[in-house]
């Protein structure tokens, strides 16, 4: 697998960097990619191991998944189909590809890849809201077009959209997880990578003040807050007052230093940016379009679920009152589509699933301290990134899915740790 490393990290940072785009580009080389991995697989197939819980949960989802696309199809769904590669096909994609990636030495590599990936995301939107106020960046505007970029600029504030923001959105709480483990990400990285952390936040908290997205503004401030209580759940670190403090002063500098560079560049009004993100709770605000129109769907959707609470009507089913916008089986209410598709049973297998995850992060980051310096960030950012996924349904793409499957690898690491240091006991026992 080594040597197909770098074309799988080449991969990764354009799932990153351009996400949705260039489909048979990356596609191509996708191919590529499985086909030098099944070479691999054929040749020693020792180097492709799984752990049975990891397995377990694989079949159990994807089991769940298939009965309800074809419970969908029964229904007339008009989603059915479609919606299959993202719960049947890429999570066993996923999965066979974590079995080749059974070393810490692996994810260090794909973090670093994220690291880069997150800085380019971010830059991109620096330098997209950049090009109306400067001409000369107009040469970029071919890579923003590939991005679906468009932007709005008002009178206190901006909004723009780009394909890889969600890049940032779980860059932002990643690079605060990271940060705040100090001296211990010493075990994987070197000074350089810390300070191209310090510069990665900076640029990722400046995109939030001016990305116009709620979603992004509440995951920027619940990360802090996550990792403090993350670290203190895995027993990484007995924080001193000194070292809140500490924690406290690096933050309030970098919030200082992000909200005076786009006040001063940009022209950004702090009190209309906090209008903005208080009017996007407002759902009994008629003017607020975004806002009518989830709470529409949320009635629409809960409302005909009740027909049928426990399995509800198949994935790729649409409600007839309140079709979704670009596709009648697509919301933005992620979570209330998924309750109305595949009814209590679904939600409760799914949930299930990232519950266990959750924890086995939690416990294994307390027994492995070299894992726990990443299985840490992720964590948080994984925590940050489904609220985000709440209200803007990303997790419906192949390419925003590795947001799930990176702590799936770094616990099937563990869990092979926790079965070879089992293994080794009983052989020591049967010695004795």
């Avoid at 989830?294 to 629409?300: G, K, T």
Wanted: proline letters at 3%; aromatic letters at 14%.
């Amino acid at each position: 697998m080594l040597r197909l490393g770098g074309w799988v990290g080449l991969f990764f940072l354009l799932m990153l960097v351009v996400p949705t785009t260039l489909q048979a580009e990356r596609g191509a080389l996708l191919a590529l990619i499985f086909f030098g991995s099944i070479i691999i697989f054929i040749i020693s197939q020792s180097r492709w191991v799984i752990s049975p819980p990891v397995l377990s949960w694989l079949i159990i989802c994807v089991t769940y998944s298939l009965f309800s696309i074809m419970w969908g199809v029964l229904n007339g769904a008009p989603g059915a189909i479609a919606v299959s590669t993202v719960y049947v096909l890429w999570p066993i994609f996923y999965v066979y590809f974590i079995g080749f990636a059974k070393t810490t030495e692996c994810y260090v590599f794909f973090v670093k890849v994220l690291l880069t990936g997150i800085f380019f995301a971010a830059m991109s939107g620096i330098l997209f809201v950049a090009s109306s106020f400067y001409p000369a960046l107009s040469i970029l505007f071919p890579f923003f077009d590939l991005l679906g970029g468009s932007l709005g600029l008002y009178e206190n504030s901006i909004a723009f959209a780009l394909s890889n923001m969600a890049t940032v959105i779980y860059g932002l709480p990643f690079l605060i997880g990271t940060l705040m483990l100090g001296t211990r990400t010493s075990v994987h990285f070197s000074r350089k990578w810390k300070v191209f952390c310090v510069v990665n936040l900076l640029a990722s908290f400046f995109v939030m003040l001016i990305s116009g997205r709620k979603a992004f503004m509440v995951v920027g401030l619940v990360s802090m807050p996550l990792s403090l209580v993350l670290m203190r759940m895995t027993r990484i670190a007995n924080f001193q007052i000194k070292s809140v403090f500490k924690i406290l002063g690096i933050s309030s500098i970098v919030i200082t230093f992000g909200v005076l560079i786009a006040s001063i560049t940009l022209n950004l009004d702090l009190s209309a940016l906090q209008e903005y993100f208080i009017s996007g709770f407002d759902f009994g605000d008629a003017d607020n379009i975004s806002a009518a129109r989830r709470a529409e769907q949320f009635n629409a959707l809960i409302g005909e679920w009740q027909s049928s609470p426990f399995i509800g009507f198949g994935h790729g089913s649409a409600s007839h009152s309140a079709p979704g916008d670009v596709m009648p089986w697509a919301y933005e209410l992620q979570y209330v589509a998924l309750l109305f598709q595949t009814g209590i049973l679904g939600v409760l297998t799914y949930g299930l699933a990232v519950a266990w995850l959750m924890y086995q992060m939690v416990r294994l980051s307390t027994k492995y301290a070299d894992l726990g310096v990443l299985m840490l960030p992720a964590l948080v950012a994984l925590i940050c990134f489904l609220i985000a996924n709440a209200t803007n349904p990303y997790l419906s793409k192949f390419d925003y899915l590795w947001t799930l499957f990176l702590p799936v690898g770094l616990v099937n690491i563990g869990l092979l740790r926790d079965k070879a240091m089992s293994t080794s006991c009983k052989g020591l026992h049967a010695h004795a």
